[in-house]
């Protein structure tokens, strides 16, 4: 069973910094695309950043572009997103995702997490 968790999330002032996890489990990663997504009441969920397995390609949704990194853990199947300078517009649920192809399409991913709670006051 795959299971993906995620964690890190809490309240942080406007500017401040986060940096979020996702521990996952339950099969080999090694061929899977990790992504980050978030969704804000009332929204549609949005892809943040991605990055293959590897760690040889990355993603970003332009808006965090120079602000947020994904990157691989040295643990194994753990990925973090270090999310830098965050603005009260990007409260959101953060979600962490698993899927065959670098891509910006939450369709494209098959696993998600439960989500984590970031709430940046301003």
């Known amino acids: 069973q795959v299971q993906l968790v995620e964690s890190g999330g809490g309240l942080v002032q406007a500017g401040g910094s986060l940096r979020l996890s996702c521990a996952a489990s339950?099969?080999?990663?090694?061929?899977?695309?990790m992504g980050w997504f978030r969704q804000a009441p009332g929204k549609e969920r949005e892809f943040v950043a991605a990055?293959?397995?590897?760690?040889?390609?990355?993603a970003y949704q332009d808006s965090v572009k120079d602000r947020f990194t994904i990157s691989r853990g040295n643990a194994k199947n753990t990925v973090y997103l270090q999310m830098n300078s965050l603005k009260p517009e990007e409260t959101a649920v953060y979600y962490c995702?698993?899927?065959?192809?670098?891509?910006?399409?939450?369709?494209?991913?098959?696993?998600w997490g439960q989500g984590t709670q970031v709430t940046i006051s301003s």
């Open positions: 339950g099969r080999t990663f090694s061929s899977y695309v």
């Open positions: 995702a698993a899927g065959p192809t670098l891509a910006a399409r939450k369709y494209n991913y098959d696993y």
């Open positions: 990055i293959m397995w590897s760690g040889s390609r990355t």
